[in-house]
């Protein structure tokens, strides 16, 4: 999508720092981090939030997990870390292409 920044940072539009890449998804730190870890991880493919998840893109969803699991312990935080994804306005949802914020790094506070 044209107007959407997460698709102007795949399409490298947008300068981040990566922290992987492959041709399903990507992964690049936030650019206001919530803890000492914090990163972002977006398919490639636009669709704007988990609400959208469907049999035709289960799979992507499973890979990101899979790909977060494998960061988590090559960057040594698997013994504790939060994986989030907003959906809708409601919940803080700000960029309307689906991402998961990985959080780790410090002790994290309850949900409100
Ligand atoms: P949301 O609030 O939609 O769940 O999360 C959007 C996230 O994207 C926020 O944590 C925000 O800091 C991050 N973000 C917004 N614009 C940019 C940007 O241009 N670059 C990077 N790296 N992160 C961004
Ligand atoms: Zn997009």
């Known amino acids: 999508m044209s107007d959407c ?3 102007k940072i795949i ?6 720092t990566k922290v992987y ?7 690049f730190l936030d650019i206001a981090p919530m803890a000492p870890t914090h990163f972002l991880v977006i398919p490639k493919q636009h669709f704007a939030s988990a609400a959208e ?3 035709e893109n289960e799979a992507l969803i ?13 960057q040594g935080f698997a013994d504790g ?3 989030v994804t907003n ?12 991402h998961f914020h990985v959080l780790s790094g410090k002790q994290l506070g309850s949900f409100n």
Do not use: N, S, W
Request: charged fraction near 25%; hydrophobic fraction near 40%; charge should be negative.
């Open 5 to 7: 920044l997460f698709c």
């Open 11 to 16: 399409a490298g539009e947008i300068p981040t």
């Open 21 to 27: 890449e492959d041709d399903k998804c990507l992964a």
């Open 53 to 55: 998840v469907t049999e």
């Open 62 to 74: 499973g890979h990101i997990y899979t790909v977060i699991a494998k960061l988590a312990k090559e």
């Open 81 to 83: 870390y939060r994986v």
């Open 87 to 98: 959906v809708g306005e409601l919940a803080g949802q700000t960029v309307h292409h689906i």
